[in-house]
């Protein structure tokens, strides 16, 4: 079965990002890229295995889903900060068939019974020795498998909460009552490109209490809690 990925994009981290993509190339069978507030397909990115879905008006990163169009097959989530290693598609496919109908990630967190508070599990730059159910994956890092994703199509439609793509995904999965499950690494798996400095999410979008409070919206919305 076909294994495909999605990824935004934005010119601040660009072309180190690049990198980022070409680690996956040979890894699947096309990336699709969201250009968040480029102007233009840089000429690095026109190759046969890459689709562009958007360019132009930044989205912010859960447009990598909801720009996402139909496929036939399973899809990981990707950013534009991580470099992939090789094996890390095979990896993925390895623990679908252990746990099959599960969402992988290699990033995730529990949520807080009674609230919007969240205990990190896995970290994509740590060390992860075992798998465990979570909440909240890591859309960086994350399998979906095909009967998932064809089950409900992600679009996160006019509610998309800029950058807050990690917890559309908590509820929509948690809405179709799928479990997510953390996949083994070791520290060092994922190579960090670091972003230029002023452009994280944190630094650009949001505050931690917004953040908590768009938490909770976005977890209304999907859940009617």
């Known amino acids: 079965m076909n294994v495909y990925a999605t990824m935004c994009m934005v010119p601040d981290r660009y072309p180190s990002s690049l990198d980022c993509v070409m680690s996956l190339k040979e890894q699947v069978s096309k990336i699709y890229l969201c250009l968040n507030g480029f102007d233009e397909v840089p000429e690095d990115l026109k190759e046969d295995w890459i689709e562009v879905i958007h360019i132009g008006e930044n989205l912010g990163d859960a447009a990598r889903f909801f720009k996402l169009p139909s496929i036939d097959g399973h899809l990981i989530s990707c950013d534009d900060d991580l470099i992939y290693p090789h094996g890390y598609v095979e990896q993925f496919l390895k623990y679908n068939s252990v746990f099959p109908g599960c969402v992988l990630t290699h990033h995730g967190k529990l949520m807080r019974p009674g609230g919007y508070d969240m205990k990190v599990i896995a970290h994509a730059m740590g060390n992860s020795p075992d798998s465990e159910m979570i909440d909240v994956p890591g859309s960086g890092c994350s ?82 809690v």
Do not use: Q
């Open 143 to 224: 399998f979906l498998p095909y009967r998932v994703i064809s089950d409900k199509d992600f679009k996160f439609g006019d509610h998309t909460e800029l950058n807050m793509c990690d917890i559309h995904l908590f509820g929509l999965l948690k809405s179709m009552r799928v479990n997510i499950i953390t996949v083994p690494h070791l520290r060092g798996y994922f190579k960090y490109v670091s972003p230029p400095k002023g452009t994280t999410i944190w630094e650009t979008v949001t505050s931690k209490e917004d953040y908590k409070e768009k938490v909770k919206l976005i977890s209304k919305y999907y859940l009617n």
